[in-house]
């Protein structure tokens, strides 16, 4: 596939995974993937695994990615996590706004942006998700909520910020449905999101930011998807936690 832009594959564990189930899943991926120079290949573990993963994933070609991160720097945040933190377990990418986290946690555009600050601050780069609900996307509003996601949730980033951040465009209805967007819906949902980025910063800034696709992509979709001219890789859920579908996802999408 010729774009200018790499394609970014990553793995979202969730709340999934002992750490030995953990190692035996990346040093699965590692044996996979180890040809693949394509793509940026990205393993989410939950907090917990990241130490162990960090020391296998050491000599590879796959990144580590943090489900989540706080805004905070240090202090007395109970149960909190801070980006340098996650920077000395060689952490790269922070997942963040995800949409279970939007739901569960009621985590608002504003946290988010403060997140990606701070995950900016320590020179790691987040993945920011955005996506409508299904009532949303039957009642006309898509566009709308993705404009307001993506303004509120990277609001105080610097263009050279906005470039080293990744948007994680997930319509919620296909989030673990085994519905899949169709590759026209994805399509426009992401050109829309670059051409918000394009009005909020300028299009040199917009071409470079990377828009994953998420939401149910398997192995047999993950090719049509990826071919999509704005689409530029994909955050995987729950075929993630197995390393054939994820290595088939990684191989289809080339
Ligand atoms: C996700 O939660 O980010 C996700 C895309 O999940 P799934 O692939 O299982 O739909």
Avoid at 15 to 26: H, P, Y
Wanted: charged fraction near 25%; hydrophobic fraction near 45%; charge should be neutral.
């Amino acid at each position: 596939m010729n774009k200018d832009r790499k394609l970014i594959i990553a793995g979202n564990w969730k709340m999934n995974k002992t750490v030995a189930e953990a190692l035996d899943l990346v040093a699965g991926l590692k044996r996979e993937l180890a040809a693949i120079k394509e793509v940026d290949l990205v393993v989410a573990p939950p907090f917990t695994a990241l130490s162990e993963v960090s020391k296998v994933i050491l000599d590879s070609n796959i990144r580590l990615g943090a489900q989540n991160v706080s805004e905070q720097n240090v202090g007395a945040y109970t149960g909190e996590i801070a980006a340098a933190m996650l920077k000395e377990f060689s952490v790269r990418y922070v997942i963040l706004g995800h949409s279970e986290r939007r739901q569960y946690q009621q985590e608002s555009n504003e946290l988010v942006a403060r997140k990606a600050i701070a995950v900016h601050a320590v020179a790691l780069k987040p993945i920011i998700c955005v996506g409508e609900v299904l009532a949303e996307r039957e009642s006309g509003r898509t566009e709308k909520v993705l404009e307001t996601q993506v303004r509120g949730s990277v609001a105080g980033l610097t263009a050279d910020q906005m470039e080293e951040t990744v948007i994680a465009y997930e319509p919620v209805w296909a989030i673990g449905t085994g519905k899949t967007a169709t590759t026209e819906q994805a399509q426009a949902a992401h050109a829309f999101i670059r051409r918000t980025l394009a009005s909020l910063y300028d299009e040199t800034v917009a071409k470079r930011v990377r828009i994953q696709y998420g939401g149910s992509v398997k192995p047999g979709n993950a090719r049509e998807l990826m071919s999509q001219p704005d689409v530029d890789g994909a955050l995987v859920g729950g075929a993630a936690l197995e390393v054939r579908s994820f290595s088939d996802i990684v191989k289809n999408s080339i």
